[in-house]
Protein backbone atom coordinates (compact mmCIF):
# COMPACT_ATOMS: atom_id res chain seq x y z
CA UNK A 1 0.00 0.00 0.00
CA UNK A 2 1.16 3.51 -0.91
CA UNK A 3 1.38 6.33 1.81
CA UNK A 4 1.05 9.91 1.67
CA UNK A 5 4.93 11.61 0.80
CA UNK A 6 5.98 8.08 -0.66
CA UNK A 7 7.68 9.01 -4.05
CA UNK A 8 6.35 7.62 -6.99
CA UNK A 9 7.10 8.18 -10.81
CA UNK A 10 5.03 10.21 -12.93
CA UNK A 11 3.88 9.54 -16.11
CA UNK A 12 6.29 12.16 -17.17
CA UNK A 13 9.41 10.13 -15.27
CA UNK A 14 10.00 12.58 -12.54
CA UNK A 15 9.55 11.07 -9.20
CA UNK A 16 7.11 13.08 -6.94
CA UNK A 17 5.76 12.50 -3.39
CA UNK A 18 2.21 11.49 -3.40
CA UNK A 19 -0.39 14.08 -2.36
CA UNK A 20 -2.90 12.23 -1.37
CA UNK A 21 -3.99 8.14 -1.10
CA UNK A 22 -7.63 6.96 -0.70
CA UNK A 23 -8.68 3.38 1.12
CA UNK A 24 -11.74 2.03 0.71
CA UNK A 25 -13.25 -0.84 3.16
CA UNK A 26 -15.78 -2.19 0.60
CA UNK A 27 -16.22 -0.38 -2.42
CA UNK A 28 -18.97 -1.81 -4.68
CA UNK A 29 -17.41 -1.92 -8.00
CA UNK A 30 -13.86 -2.19 -9.07
CA UNK A 31 -11.96 -2.49 -12.40
CA UNK A 32 -9.13 -4.80 -12.53
CA UNK A 33 -6.60 -4.15 -15.64
CA UNK A 34 -4.63 -7.02 -16.63
CA UNK A 35 -1.06 -5.29 -18.11
CA UNK A 36 0.79 -7.19 -20.95
CA UNK A 37 3.15 -8.72 -18.02
CA UNK A 38 0.40 -10.36 -17.08
CA UNK A 39 0.08 -8.19 -13.61
CA UNK A 40 -3.34 -6.78 -12.53
CA UNK A 41 -3.95 -3.35 -11.05
CA UNK A 42 -7.21 -3.44 -9.52
CA UNK A 43 -8.69 -0.05 -8.91
CA UNK A 44 -12.00 2.04 -8.43
CA UNK A 45 -13.87 2.62 -11.42
CA UNK A 46 -13.16 6.17 -11.61
CA UNK A 47 -9.44 6.21 -11.71
CA UNK A 48 -7.71 7.81 -14.50
CA UNK A 49 -5.19 5.88 -16.12
CA UNK A 50 -2.17 6.96 -18.43
CA UNK A 51 -2.94 5.12 -22.01
CA UNK A 52 -2.91 5.61 -25.70
CA UNK A 53 -5.47 4.66 -27.91
CA UNK A 54 -4.30 1.98 -30.84
CA UNK A 55 -4.94 4.26 -33.54
CA UNK A 56 -2.69 7.02 -32.17
CA UNK A 57 0.37 3.89 -32.53
CA UNK A 58 2.77 3.06 -34.98
CA UNK A 59 5.95 1.48 -35.28
CA UNK A 60 7.86 4.26 -35.36
CA UNK A 61 6.41 5.74 -32.71
CA UNK A 62 8.97 7.50 -29.98
CA UNK A 63 8.98 7.55 -26.50
CA UNK A 64 8.17 11.54 -26.55
CA UNK A 65 5.76 11.30 -29.70
CA UNK A 66 3.41 8.34 -27.41
CA UNK A 67 3.56 10.67 -24.18
CA UNK A 68 1.70 13.51 -26.10
CA UNK A 69 -0.69 11.44 -27.63
CA UNK A 70 -1.31 9.19 -24.46
CA UNK A 71 -4.45 10.52 -22.73
CA UNK A 72 -5.88 10.09 -18.64
CA UNK A 73 -8.57 7.67 -19.52
CA UNK A 74 -11.08 6.03 -16.57
CA UNK A 75 -10.48 2.42 -15.52
CA UNK A 76 -13.98 2.31 -16.46
CA UNK A 77 -13.74 3.01 -20.17
CA UNK A 78 -10.60 1.11 -21.10
CA UNK A 79 -10.79 -1.97 -23.36
CA UNK A 80 -8.90 -3.73 -25.83
CA UNK A 81 -8.00 -0.69 -27.95
CA UNK A 82 -6.38 1.07 -25.43
CA UNK A 83 -2.29 0.15 -24.20
CA UNK A 84 -1.37 1.54 -20.50
CA UNK A 85 1.50 3.34 -20.10
CA UNK A 86 3.94 2.02 -17.72
CA UNK A 87 7.07 3.34 -17.09
Same mark, same amino acid.
Given at each position: ???? =????? /??? =? %??????? %??????????? $??????? /? &?? $?? /??????????????? &?????? &??? %?????????????????? /??
Amino acid at each position: SLLR =GQKVM /THK =G %TWEPISE %TFEFDNHPEMS $TLRLSDD /T &EQ $TM /TPNHRVYAIHKDNVS &EDLSDD &EMR %TRAEWVAAKDLNDEWFVI /TL
